[in-house]
């Protein structure tokens, strides 16, 4: 069958309307950020359960809906660990001023849970900002989620029975799917951390 001039044109003009909303419905490009490190495919994080210091469970479920910044840690550390929370203190306090607070969380992970009572977690994570959480749990739990979320840590023991653990200063990013999506490296600074945050937070992949 013979097609007409305005026949041909009329279904041009359709499947050019058509590509343009296959297009409109392709997922965005992830934002332009400053200083976080996406991976080119967002890695899974196996199931796990950990404890939060008010005494409830902690698991890949409470990561969802929000972006959640990881950071594995201990109480006694003498450097990386308070500088590092007081730099996302610090980070808070533009998120509170951008007014997206409610789709970022902090976590703090003790990989010390031998003397990071949840009282002791508590008092330390709240120390720095009311708004942080703290979680630990078993060996088994905290040794695959490190190697999960790419954070390493090691026990190094000391004299007469004391110890030290060597851990990584990288803070891991858990998307609102509660996979890791990238990272930051260190050394921190608020101010960037921040306006990435906010980027991601307006995301719409």
Known sequence: ????????????????????AGCNQRAAPPPALEVAQLFPTPRDVPAFTLTHSDGKPLTNADWKGRYTLVFMGYTNCPDICPTTLLTMHRMWAELEKAGVTDRVAVEFISVDPKRDTPKRLAEYVHGFDPAFAGATGSEAQ?????KALLLPFKIVPGAHGDYSVDHSATVAIIGPDAREIGVFMPPLHAAPMAVDLQRMAAWKP
Do not use: Y
Request: avoid cysteine.
């Open 142 to 146: 905290l040794e695959k989620l490190s």
């Open 1 to 20: 069958m013979k097609r007409t001039l305005a026949q041909l044109a009329g279904l041009a003009l359709t499947l050019a309307v058509l590509t343009l």
